[in-house]
Nanobody
Framework: QVQLVESGGGLVQAGGSLRLSCAAS????????MGWYRQAPSKQRELVAT???????TYAASVKGRFTISRDNAKNTVYLQMNSLKPEDTAVYYC?????????WGQGTQVTVSS
């Protein structure tokens, strides 16, 4: 059994920063790509950023230059550093991991950016 546990969400003013973490635990034999997605109220879940096991990253256009995804393979953990936050970044942020050929999601962490 694999669990993804997210942390680091909260309330921040516009222009501020937050760092999200997601740790995979359990039977983590082959941790492949990891990523962050978000879902705002009344909107579909959208990709924020992904990172491969080799460190290749992709970003949504709306966060490029402000957010940075990284990972620590020794700790089975992925991070999302979010700078210059905007009210439109407010959403529940979900961690996703591909482990072996299976797809896992975290429970989500709320990020709220006030104007």
């Amino acid at each position: 059994q694999v669990q993804l546990v997210e942390s680091g969400g909260g309330l921040v003013q516009a222009g501020g920063s937050l760092r999200l973490s997601c740790a995979a635990s359990g039977s983590v034999f082959r941790l492949n790509a990891m990523g962050w997605y978000r879902q705002a109220p009344s909107k579909q879940r959208e990709l924020v950023a992904t990172i491969t096991s080799g460190g290749i990253t992709t970003y949504a256009a709306s966060v490029k230059g402000r957010f940075t995804i990284s990972r620590d393979n020794a700790k089975n953990t992925v991070y999302l550093q979010m700078n210059s936050l905007k009210p439109e970044d407010t959403a529940v942020y979900y961690c996703r991991a591909i482990i072996s050929q299976y797809d896992y999601w975290g429970q989500g962490t709320q990020v709220t950016v006030s104007s």
